[in-house]
């Protein structure tokens, strides 16, 4: 994981930086699972209270400017800059940028599971009197299912700072929770 891309959303009137950040998160998700090759990490740069403006891409030069070619950034052109593709620094860190699944409903899933049936009606009342539901203050994504068209947040976790990069594989996100990206 030699190189990196920068690509950060512009201001605009009418949309919010979270909306633009999720548009574009969106396109390349589906650029990525594409190319199903797995080669390629993400990061968040101003990652904070919220991901940030920025998104940036790690990897191989060549696999940046194969994913580049494919134009996956069409109809987002007017609204995010992307920087040339770039060594990274000698002196980066490595850490893993994850996602973390929040079970966030206890009602939900408790309804599941009497749907599947895993628990009967009154098992799921009895366990719902002392059930809570889960909150994360994750930074996260609002993403838009393609396949059922649900809305859900995807939280973003960075792990611990480590000086030896990992290998492995990406999900469509970009996101692993054992390869290492680059961080600076």
């Not at 069409?74 to 850490?95: E, F, H, K, M, T």
């Not at 994504?141 to 809305?151: C, E, P, T, V, W």
Request: charged fraction near 20%; proline fraction near 4%.
């Amino acid at each position: 994981m030699d190189s990196y891309q920068d690509i950060r959303v512009l201001p605009d009137p009418e949309f919010t930086e979270a909306q633009l950040l999720a548009a574009l998160f969106a396109k390349l998700h589906r650029a990525l699972g594409t190319r199903g090759k797995g080669d390629i990490g993400v990061s968040f740069p101003e990652y904070d209270k919220t991901p940030g403006g920025v998104l940036r891409l790690h990897g191989e030069r060549g696999a940046l400017e194969a994913l580049e070619a494919t134009r996956w950034r069409g109809g987002l052109n007017d609204y995010s800059a992307g920087s040339a593709i770039q060594a990274v620094p000698v002196d980066a860190v490595w850490r893993t940028v994850s996602r973390v699944q929040v079970k966030s409903s206890a009602g939900r899933l408790l309804r599941r599971s009497v749907r599947k049936g895993w628990l009967t009606e009154e098992e799921a009342c009895q366990r719902l009197l002392s059930a809570r539901d889960s909150v994360s203050r994750l930074p996260f994504i609002q993403m838009r299912s393609l396949s059922s068209g649900q809305s859900f947040r995807l939280f973003i976790s960075l792990g611990a700072v480590a000086a030896a990069p990992v290998s492995g594989t990406f999900t469509s996100y970009g996101l692993s929770a054992v390869a290492t990206i680059p961080w600076f």
